[in-house]
Each structure stands twice: as C-alpha cells, then as structure tokens.
C-alpha cells in the first residue's frame, strides 16, 4: 500500500512561486498516476493536476491554472512535484497528494474525480497573503 506525505507549503506573498512535493513509501509509484488536489475553506476539493505513471508521464493541469502550475515526477525519488509560479490569494488552500493504481494510464483527466483516487495524503497549508 503506496502512503503519501505532502511538505513544501507554506505562507508566501502574493506573485510568489512555490514547489510542493508529494514522496511516496510503501510501494514503487512506477503504475500509479499520482494527482494534486486542493481544498479552500467552504469550498469542494478540486483537481489541480494528474501525472501518469513513469513510464508516460502525460500530465494535465486544471485550465484556470495552466500557465501557472506545472506538475513532474521524479521515479527514483518517488516524488511528484507542483510548480506553483504568480502565486494569488485565490490560490489559498489545502493542497493534497492522491494516488491511483492505474497501469493503462486512464484516469489523469481534468475531469478531476477525487472518488478515482484510493490514497491520499493529509495535506499540505499552502497561504498566499500580503
């Protein structure tokens, strides 16, 4: 069973980038599809990105915020990776790690459904204010 941990978040200003890790244990990531959800006080958890398993590493990241995040996989590290760049107070959230046994590689779409996803993280605060 693959467990998650979240870091990286953190307080930061307005226009700031931020990198947050998600590092896997338990299990190889090489067929998992790994994706970036976040959560804001009040509102529903929302896809930000999906990245296929090692092998493919097709990524999608949300349209809103395509430009701004990108997402990558480091295999020997088991760690996926967000970019997050032009940070906004929008971007204020709980931001989690999920993972999804998925050797066909079918479930990164920007659909986003969180219920495709088995394991999760506890999450990582990430806070953007002047």
């Known amino acids: 069973q693959l467990q998650l941990v979240e870091s990286g978040g953190g307080l930061v200003q307005p226009g700031a980038s931020l990198r947050l890790s998600c590092t896997a244990s338990?299990?190889?990531?090489?067929?998992?599809?790994v994706a970036w959800f976040r959560q804001a006080p009040g509102k529903d958890r929302e896809l930000v990105s999906c990245?296929?398993?090692?092998?493919?590493?097709?990524?999608r990241i949300a349209d809103s915020l395509k430009g701004r995040f990108t997402v990558s996989r480091d295999g020997p590290k088991r760690t996926v990776y967000l970019q997050m760049a032009s940070l906004r107070p929008e971007d204020t959230a709980v931001y989690y790690c999920?993972?999804?046994?998925?050797?066909?590689?079918?479930?990164?779409?920007?659909?986003?459904?969180?219920?495709?996803?088995?394991?999760w993280g506890r999450g990582t605060q990430v806070t953007v204010s002047a």
């Open positions: 990245i296929t398993h090692s092998r493919d590493s097709d990524a």
């Open positions: 338990g299990s190889s990531m090489i067929f998992y599809t």
């Open positions: 999920a993972a999804a046994w998925d050797p066909p590689s079918r479930i990164c779409t920007t659909a986003g459904d969180k219920g495709l996803y088995p394991m």
